[in-house]
């Protein structure tokens, strides 16, 4: 499996999309997670992470080259106060949006996908709860490898 990406096993460009369509819907239709969306969403939401989910596990540099760096998107989810059920239930919604797009029948691109983002929601995403302001300016997107390790330069890994 090491020979391709995590991307490229996950369906490359379309599969991204396929995962950050389900995704949103579900995100979006949760009562717990859809309060995070209680403002709206950019009209190309689920562009821009099929993009980035797609340059996290290996795909092109679409999100960063496209939509800016790494620092952007944490400051989004930045600065919510704490909210670990919101969490547990966006990894769940996601596990649930992965069976969606049909990942299901690539188990162990199913799982690096999902350990992915369940490292993202409990460390990137969630790590400057009190605020915004906290987020470095100079955060470089992650790389999620199959065994399980991030390239990552940033507060922490």
């Known amino acids: 499996m090491t020979e391709q990406s995590i991307f490229e096993a996950a ?11 389900a ?4 995100a979006m ?11 709206g969403t950019e ?11 797609g340059e ?8 960063t080259q496209t939509y800016g760096g790494h620092t952007h998107v944490v400051r989004i989810h930045s600065g919510n106060g704490e909210h670990d059920e919101m969490n547990e239930r966006a990894v769940d919604c996601f596990a649930a949006a992965l069976q969606d797009a049909g ?6 691109a199913y799982q690096a996908v ?20 906290d987020v470095p300016a100079d955060l ?17 890994a």
């Open 11 to 21: 369906g490359g460009g379309a599969g991204m999309t396929h995962i950050a369509t």
């Open 103 to 108: 990942l299901d029948a690539a188990p162990e």
């Open 140 to 156: 470089s997107l992650p790389q999620w490898n199959w065994d399980g390790t991030v390239t990552y330069r940033g507060a922490e």
């Open 43 to 53: 009209p190309d939401h689920v562009d821009r992470l099929a993009a980035y989910l």
């Open 23 to 26: 995704w949103h819907e579900r």
């Open 114 to 133: 999902l350990d992915y983002w369940r490292w993202a929601t409990w460390h990137p995403m969630y790590r400057y709860h009190r605020s915004a302001d």
């Open 29 to 39: 239709a949760d009562p717990v997670v859809g309060h995070a969306f209680h403002g």
């Open 56 to 63: 996290a596990l290996g795909g092109p540099p679409r999100y």
